[in-house]
């Protein structure tokens, strides 16, 4: 079965920093494509950023320039660089894996059980 379990969630003040860990479990690690989602209350859950099998990357608007996201596929794991945070980075942050193959993503998606972020003085 697969696992995915992220940690590094927390209370950090605006302008502060926080790194994300999401460990996969079960899965070919290296030709997934993995992201980072996040829901506040009240809203629908949204791309933050994702890192293909390849390297390639993309970031919500709201975000470039202060995430980063990254993999390390010796150890199966996908981190998420948060800088410059802002109250409105406020969420549950989720992981997600799903199968690359030729550039489209297909198969099951996987979610982590989320972590919390919360931003504030």
């Known amino acids: 079965q697969v696992h995915l379990v992220e940690s590094g969630g927390g209370l950090v003040q605006p302008g502060g920093s926080l790194r994300l860990s999401c460990a996969a479990s079960?899965?070919?690690?290296?030709?997934?494509?993995m992201g980072w989602y996040r829901q506040a209350p009240g809203k629908q859950r949204e791309l933050v950023a994702a890192?293909?099998?390849?390297?390639?990357?993309n970031y919500a608007d709201s975000v470039k320039g202060r995430f980063t996201i990254s993999r390390d596929n010796a150890n199966d794991t996908v981190y998420l660089q948060m800088n410059s945070l802002k109250p409105e980075d406020t969420a549950v942050y989720y992981c997600?894996?799903?199968?690359?193959?030729?550039?489209?993503?297909?198969?099951?998606?996987?979610w982590g059980q989320g972590t919390q972020v919360t931003v504030s003085s």
């Open positions: 079960e899965i070919i690690f290296s030709i997934y494509h």
């Open positions: 890192i293909s099998s390849s390297l390639r990357t």
């Open positions: 997600n894996a799903q199968r690359d193959y030729n550039g489209l993503r297909i198969g099951t998606a996987y």
